[in-house]
């Protein structure tokens, strides 16, 4: 079926994705029924849901000033130029993103960003949203939907945005064995909430990401616009420090102020938050397949969840709207080639970011405290600045770059081993022999390509 004689797209899932899909499908001229299993979000007592802080990269931008919407969210987002490390004994320490003030992440609350979107998908007045509307199953031959509460649904072309936890995907997989494997981390993570200060201002620098590393585990805060943080703690789920040594409150104390002595001012409702917030899990979601035909396709968490560590979950995901919106400018494309494009396309971008997630793990709760970790990141930006058109962080292609993550992977495997070659036995950046760097970049990296509209 040509894509453009279709009568309506069914997305399931009205979170981010979802709801920026079905506002860019409806400016496309798509009409859009969007069934979520949540009430909706923006009503009064709507249950908060997952509240980590995102951050929004050039990804995920770009996304959005796809869809008019980059102005409008804007007025709530706030830049981060860098991380800001605590160490145990209250020192602070800056590290830049990239190697000008222009490359920074944005902070932004997931809650405030859905519902501008909801409001955008609905705004368009081609998209209707169907709130507590669980997907119970799918009915593939007749193309009916069964719902959590009895009711059904027809369904021309299906587009699962629902989440890691996807009840598209789990009805897909029944049916055409899609490929998933789980992979579920052995850390999860808690909310903990820091208020602003006494005078009503940010109790900490509101332009950078504040870590607080500690190997096997970590801290984290991001500004929000109210002036508080939201502070979220990474944790092994069990061994020796873990949250099951956590159980009562002496020991949750006691753990906070040998870890983050700095830390236990800002939260005032410590005993409160681990009382009342859950461990929340971590994962990695993989599909071998994506899509069943032209009928049924997943994109964002529902296709590829990632862990948090890169900032990339959302950024991914609204790439994999934009990705979708382009293949359907060509109007003599069906839903089957659009779908199959779209997979070829997205799952080697979606598995690289996957892999880069998890190696940045160890980077954020370890190696940022490393002298020589601090040292190769000096060297980066240093052949940044000296050979801009060829090296540049693999950190600062997945963030401020817009080019295949493949691609940011491949490139940061051979640019790890020009920093390996040139800071052996070297102690300081004025020891590396930048005549034989600039020999070993130019021969090793080719230019990148003109950055994509």
Excluded at 46 to 63: D, E, T
Excluded at 99 to 113: C, F, K, Y
Excluded at 337 to 348: G, I, L, Q, T
Aim: a negative charge.
């Amino acid at each position: 079926m040509k894509a453009r004689a279709t009568g309506r797209v069914t997305v399931i899932g009205a979170g981010l994705a979802g709801a920026l899909l079905a506002t860019l499908l409806a400016q496309r001229g798509f009409a859009v029924r969007v069934l979520e299993r949540h009430p909706d979000p923006r009503g009064e007592g709507a249950p908060g849901g997952r509240s980590i802080n995102l951050a929004l990269a050039a990804r995920g931008r770009h996304a959005l000033k796809r869809a008019g919407l980059l102005e409008t969210v804007d007025a709530f987002t706030l830049p981060m130029g860098g991380r800001m490390m605590h160490s145990e004994w209250g020192e602070l320490t800056h590290q830049p993103y990239g190697a000008t003030e222009d490359e920074v992440i944005h902070s932004v609350r997931r809650d405030r960003l859905n519902h501008l979107l909801l409001d955008a998908a609905e705004a368009t007045g081609r998209v209707e949203l169907v709130f507590g509307a669980a997907l119970d199953g799918v009915d593939w031959a007749g193309k009916r939907l069964q719902l959590a509460d009895g009711r059904e649904e027809a369904w021309e072309v299906l587009i699962g945005a629902d989440g890691g936890g996807s009840a598209l995907r789990r009805a897909m997989d029944e049916r055409a064995g899609l490929g998933v494997s789980e992979e579920l981390l052995d850390h999860g993570y808690l909310e903990l909430g820091m208020p602003p200060a006494a005078d009503g201002g940010f109790a900490l620098d509101p332009r950078c990401l504040h870590i607080w590393p500690r190997g096997g585990f970590m801290m984290i805060a991001l500004p929000n616009d109210d002036a508080s943080f939201t502070g979220t703690l990474f944790l092994p789920r069990n061994g020796d420090v873990s949250f099951e040594r956590l159980g009562d409150w002496v020991h949750q104390l006691d753990f906070f102020q040998l870890q983050f002595p700095d830390a236990v001012p800002l939260i005032p409702r410590l005993r409160e938050d681990f009382a009342t917030h859950p461990v929340g899990l971590l994962g990695t979601v993989r599909c071998r397949r994506w899509r069943i035909g032209g009928e049924a396709l997943l994109l964002g968490d529902a296709a590829h969840a990632i862990v948090p560590f890169h900032g990339q979950g959302m950024n991914a995901a609204f790439e994999d709207c934009v990705a979708l919106l382009r293949l359907l400018e060509d109007d003599d494309r069906d839903w089957d080639d659009v779908f199959a494009r779209f997979e070829a396309e997205r799952r080697p971008q979606a598995e690289a970011i996957a892999d880069m997630a998890l190696e940045n793990y160890q980077v954020m709760r370890a190696a940022v405290r490393d002298p020589v970790f601090l040292l190769r990141k000096k060297l980066e930006h240093e052949l940044e600045r000296r050979h801009g058109d060829r090296f540049v962080p693999r950190y600062s292609l997945v963030m401020f770059h817009r080019g295949p993550y493949a691609e940011a992977y491949r490139r940061g495997e051979i640019q790890a081993d020009i920093l390996d070659t040139l800071l052996q036995g070297v102690g300081t950046l004025e020891e590396v022999d930048f005549g034989e760097a600039d020999r070993l970049v130019t021969g090793r990296l080719e230019p990148l390509p003109d950055p994509a509209d």
